[in-house]
């Protein structure tokens, strides 16, 4: 059976996303969005950041937060425990797999 949720618009991506967050209840980057969102590149930022990151860690729905951030190509914040620099890592790294995996 055809997989069809790539032909899905990314606002309803985005709907279904919010949909989770609110069934999943409180989570981490609500209670703290600023450390989600961190500016600079300092020590402070930096902590804020690994901090972000550890508490995506216990999050439910963190990897269909990861997703929806790879998919939407969000270029700000943690999403799914990535920072902007590991989702662009993370999607070179699929595309140089699956590049890898056709010349076989």
Do not use: V
Request: glycine fraction near 4%; proline fraction near 5%; charge should be negative.
């Amino acid at each position: 059976m055809a997989d069809h949720r790539q032909n899905i618009p990314i606002s309803q991506k985005l709907f279904s996303f919010l949909e989770l967050q609110e069934e999943a209840g409180e989570l981490p980057c609500q209670n703290f969005p600023d450390l989600f969102y961190p500016e600079g590149k300092d020590k402070a930022i930096r902590d804020d950041t690994k901090l972000a990151k550890q508490l995506c860690q216990q999050c439910p729905i963190i990897d269909e937060c990861r997703m929806y951030a790879l998919q939407a190509k969000e270029t700000y914040g943690i999403w799914g425990g990535l920072d902007a620099q590991d989702r662009e890592q993370f999607l070179k790294t699929i595309s140089s797999s699956r590049f890898q995996l056709r010349h076989l």
